[in-house]
């Protein structure tokens, strides 16, 4: 994988102008008690100062935890959720200071592919009616009487079969109906595909044939991609950066070679740990690192470092000094660590 200021995979380049940027976003649920009158006790801090660039043609790749943040950083990026602070940036522009025909224009360039192709397509929907709704809410994209053609065409350009325009999605398998939702995110042409976790319902060799077919939209189309998952091999194949999420919190950050083979937080090093290798050589070799305890609630997050409750190298500064992810001296990527330490993983 190239180094940041060289050309990725994909085409993107690290100095190049960001299609979105992300600074300090900040989405906290409250927590009420009470029937008739309520009152706040709290908050779940879902996601808490997340920051982030996006370049054109790239794959960011975001890891971590169930309840880590991740799907509410996607719902945040979609205008789904209204964030409790923070700011993003689609090409310059404030996506939360939109609204009206900005917005509407907005949507039309940040798509988004569901993590569940059983439940995100309308089974009374014929796939032609499911690929072509964005048409019916965005008519000045296809003229009425062209939408049929276009519909056939995504359903080609996305490896399924342009005569089938008129099933119904229980007609389809798991993988098939991942493609419809594929063709449906690509109807208006946009910019920027958000997956949230966009293949971990689909089997193992599905899940192949569905990163292929994004890698190869993506190389065609130019596209950004936002990949959501918690399958750390998963990322890595379709990645070019990659961000690490733990309680709302990006805790590392850095290209897919120095995540995988030169991680330096403590978090990280323990997922790739767990991180099956079929080589048993190389997995005789390789130190297992099992963490303590639970994750802690996002209601309720320790102090300082959040990591630390479950950290072999947490120390006092850790409880009272909450690390900021930046670089340290011989980092070779930016960290969220008082001590944080390069340490070489296999990983498959």
Known sequence: MAPEAEIHRSGGSADAEPILRVENLVKHFPISEGILFTKRVGAVR?????????????????????????????????????????????RGQDIFALSGAELRRLRRNIQMVMQDPYTSLNPRMTVGDIVGEPFEIHPEVAPRGDRRRRVQELLDLVGLNPEHINRYPHQFSGGQRQRIGIARALALRPEVIICDEPVSA???????????????????????????????????????????????????IGTEEQIYTRPTHPYTQALLSAVPVPDPTARAHREIIRLEGDVPSPADPPSGCRFRTRCWKA??????????????????????????????????
């Open 315 to 348: 120390q006092e500064r850790c409880a009272t000094e909450e690390p900021a992810l930046v670089h340290r001296e011989a980092d070779p990527h930016p960290s969220a660590c008082h001590f944080a330490e390069r340490r070489e993983h296999v990983v498959a």
């Open 202 to 252: 689909l089997d193992v060799s599905i899940q192949a044939q569905v990163i292929n077919l994004l890698e190869r939209l993506q190389d065609e189309l130019g596209l950004s991609y936002i990949f959501i998952a918690h399958d750390l091999s998963v990322v890595r194949h379709i990645s070019d950066r990659v961000a690490v999420m733990y309680l709302g919190k990006i805790v590392e």
């Open 46 to 90: 879902a996601v808490d100062g997340v920051s982030f660039d996006l370049r054109r043609g790239e794959t960011l790749g975001i890891v971590g935890e169930s309840g880590c943040g991740k799907s509410t950083l996607a719902k945040l990026l979609m205008r789904l959720e209204t964030p409790t602070s923070g700011r993003a940036y689609y």
